[in-house]
């Protein structure tokens, strides 16, 4: 989760997920994050997850998919919709997410 | 820096940098940071810019484009090439870079 996500050569999908969070839902909002961990990385077509969140608060999850199909089908998982309103009821002062089509990538890595 | 981006209605383009920063090299990394986004903000085309890292160093940095062709302006800015130099000689452990093509966006915002 701290690190980044091994993907293979694009073309691929991806969700960029940018949220606040709301104070005091810590414990809540980590078991139902480990959960949707745990569905998620097993679904179909999933490649990769990379999340950072600053002390703020603020927060950027990127997910790696093999296709649009693979997104919409953890977007419309039951227990993930379930979640999805647990949300946008109780943990986030707001969220945007994007989907987007990777055309290309270089990583680098230093010598020493 | 800490906040959403604002972005138009898609398509648009993304650019998400995932990295691992080098310990020790906070102040040079803050102020070529600060430059850098001195200067990428004013670029024709750029739409927006999130950020979050981690305690541990682990950061994810998504900026918002027009089109490829304003990204690959940024990509080939004099100013910015030697910092992307400064960047692999000293501030990261590793890095990906990685293009895409946003198609779709929702967003949500807490009513309390």
Known sequence: MSEGATTPKPPYYCVIFTSRRKPGI???YGAASAR???L???MPGFLGIES???AEGFGITV???ESE???KNWRTHAEHLI???KGRDHFYEWYESRVGRI???VSFKSAK
Do not use: L, P
Request: aromatic share 8%.
């Open 26 to 28: 810590e414990d809540d």
């Open 36 to 38: 949707m961990m745990e």
């Open 40 to 42: 998620g990385t097993k």
């Open 52 to 54: 950072a969140r600053s």
């Open 63 to 65: 997910s790696y998919w």
């Open 69 to 71: 199909e693979a997104i």
């Open 83 to 85: 979640v999805q309103k």
């Open 103 to 105: 055309e290309r990538a």
